[in-house]
């Protein structure tokens, strides 16, 4: 099979409900591809904001879904239309920093193992949100679930953000907000799981580079900011239930040969629990 263009990268950009981040997001991008050509394929599922107005007035053509399909479908869509070697998935809600992206394919070209090669990511504020993550153990997973959104410092979730880098190193997943995946290895695993609506997407798609035989990396040496929480913050009571019902395929598909799968019904139990107390707070935080 002919190599595609190694000097390229394709985009795949999603929107919904996305026209405030779009303008800084894509003012960024042309320096943080450079030199690089770059092509861009959006999928817009179904903003009422003129989120897809704004990218095609960028240039770009738009798929514009009558629904919205999820995210991951959605990404599949888009992945479609772009023929690079190098496919960035990236949200509307970060900012590129100059030659951010061009930066991550230098990366992922010293290793033909390298299938998916992500960047130290940074609130607006320069906090560091965390990447290059670990598949949780059944333990970590339910304290981080339990204590992660009263203290946020606990042991569970420090061990579940893994540890800070300084040099290029292998992960078990990265935050999918900014994710390069060399092509063959997206085209490999068959894609975004699509019975993932939205949340532990990139998670599974991690799982699923690893499954292959590929590496997962971070970069540290590249940074981007992300606007945290920008790409959710419609329908907060369908990201409750999307999140929760991810989490529980999550641990079904991670255990799938494992005898901890037997657990899934706890599991389950337990993400209800933690769901409807999501649910009242939600309800209880939004304005009136």
Not at 128 to 152: D, E, K, M, N, Q
């Amino acid at each position: 099979m002919s190599r595609r263009d190694d000097k390229s990268v394709g985009l795949v950009l999603v929107t919904y409900g996305s026209s405030d981040d779009l303008p800084p997001f894509l003012k960024s991008l042309p320096r943080a591809v450079e030199p690089l050509s770059l092509q861009i394929a959006c999928v817009d599922n179904a903003s009422t904001d003129g989120s897809a107005d704004i990218v095609e007035d960028f240039g770009a053509k738009v798929i514009r879904n009558a629904e919205n399909v999820g995210l991951t479908r959605a990404i599949n869509q888009g992945a479609e239309q772009a023929d690079t070697e190098w496919l960035l998935i990236a949200n509307p809600d970060t900012q590129l920093t100059p030659g951010s992206i061009a930066r991550l394919v230098e990366t992922a070209m010293t290793d033909d193992r390298i299938g998916l090669v992500g960047p130290r990511i940074s609130r607006l504020d320069g906090t560091p949100y965390p990447t290059g993550r670990r598949f949780p153990s059944i333990g970590i997973g339910i304290l981080h679930a339990l204590l992660g959104s009263v203290w946020p410092g606990n042991p569970a979730t420090r061990a579940y953000f893994g540890n800070p880098v300084d040099v290029v190193s292998d992960v078990d997943w990265i935050s999918g907000c900014c994710m390069l995946f060399r092509r063959s290895v997206f085209d490999a695993i068959g894609g975004y799981d699509e019975r993932y609506f939205m949340y532990f997407e990139e998670t599974k798609a991690a799982l699923d580079v690893h499954r292959a035989g590929y590496r997962v990396v971070v970069d540290p040496t590249v940074e981007i900011r992300h606007r945290e929480g920008g790409s959710t913050r419609h329908a907060p009571f369908r990201k409750v239930f999307n999140h929760h019902r991810s989490a529980l395929r999550f641990y079904c598909d991670y255990h799938r040969r494992s005898p901890w799968l037997l657990a899934a019904p706890l599991v389950a139990a337990g993400l209800v629990l933690r769901g409807a107390v999501s649910v009242l707070r939600t309800a209880v935080a939004r304005p009136r």
